[in-house]
Nanobody, 129 residues
Framework: QVQLVESGGGLVQAGGSLRLSCADS????????MGWFRQAPGKEREFVAG???????YYTDSVKSRFTISRDNAKNTVSLQMNSLKPEDTAVYYC???????????????????????WGQGTQVTVNS
């Protein structure tokens, strides 16, 4: 049973924008941190952005000021707005949901892959120079 479904990936020129969305079909969404990770060919999966239940947001340094993560608890969705895209942003992007967490969570809730119990299937983002 697929619980997280990503959408919004695609091909874009450097400097362009994309918006990724992730829909969660379960009620666990409201009790968890949500995050976006990415994996480029030949590289390990890396943390990109995360958001706690209280909507505190966290980013990896390379995307700060360019990417914005948000969540809509009424629609069980988490989104990633990506602006000023660079070729090095090219990767498969994965949405993930952590186990049940406290309302006010720390960065560890979102940045550690071990916190996540469910992943989406991934969506390809390709940025041409």
């Amino acid at each position: 049973q697929v619980q997280l479904v990503e959408s919004g990936g695609g091909l874009v020129q450097a400097g362009g924008s994309l918006r990724l969305s992730c829909a969660d079909s379960t009620r666990a969404f409201k009790d968890a941190c949500m995050g976006w990770f990415r994996q480029a060919p030949g590289k390990e999966r890396e943390f990109v952005a995360g958001i706690s239940r209280s909507s505190e947001t966290y980013y990896t340094d390379s995307v700060k000021s360019r990417f914005t993560i948000s969540r809509d608890n009424a629609k069980n969705t988490v989104s990633l707005q990506m602006n000023s895209l660079k070729p090095e942003d090219t990767a498969v992007y994965y949405c993930g949901r952590t186990r049940r967490t406290a309302f006010f969570a720390t960065r560890d809730c979102v940045s550690s892959p071990e916190s996540y119990v469910t992943w989406g299937q991934g969506t390809q983002v390709t940025v041409n120079s």
